[in-house]
């Protein structure tokens, strides 16, 4: 499949990793948006959350619990946002879900 987090994901396309488990990396964003920007990724290929089924419950849950655990470790005790960007108007550009932590400055809402 031609897909830019499954091959990060393989090792292809190589990618420092801040993280790792059996079911996800983590690895800094490419063009980050703030001083700490991370992607946590399933090793799973899922389209995005839209395209996510009841059997990934137990996965969108860990990947959550290990973006506050980046988090903690980042030290981002002023706090952090997380996103998922699902589809066109969520602004997704690589369809491979993934979650965004982004931390060490302050973020203005709503988003644009
Ligand atoms: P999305 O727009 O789908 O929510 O997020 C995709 C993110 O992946 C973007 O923030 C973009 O900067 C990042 N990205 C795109 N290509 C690469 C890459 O080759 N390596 C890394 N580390 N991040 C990437
Ligand atoms: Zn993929």
Not at 27 to 44: G, K, N, S, Y
Request: charged share 20%; aromatic share 6%; proline share 6%.
């Amino acid at each position: 499949m031609d897909c830019l987090f499954c091959k990060i994901v393989a090792g292809t396309i190589p990618s420092p990793r801040v993280y790792e488990d059996e079911d996800c990396i983590a690895i800094a964003d490419i063009h980050p948006q703030a001083p700490t920007h991370i992607l946590v990724i399933p090793r799973e290929h899922i389209s995005s959350l839209a395209e996510a089924t009841e059997e990934d419950r137990e996965l969108l849950g860990h990947l959550l619990w290990v973006t506050s655990q980046i988090a903690r470790d980042k030290n981002l005790k002023n706090g952090y946002r997380t996103v998922f960007n699902s589809g066109d108007d969520g602004g997704q550009t690589v369809d491979h879900l993934h979650i965004h932590l982004l931390g060490g400055r302050s973020l203005s809402w709503p988003p644009g």
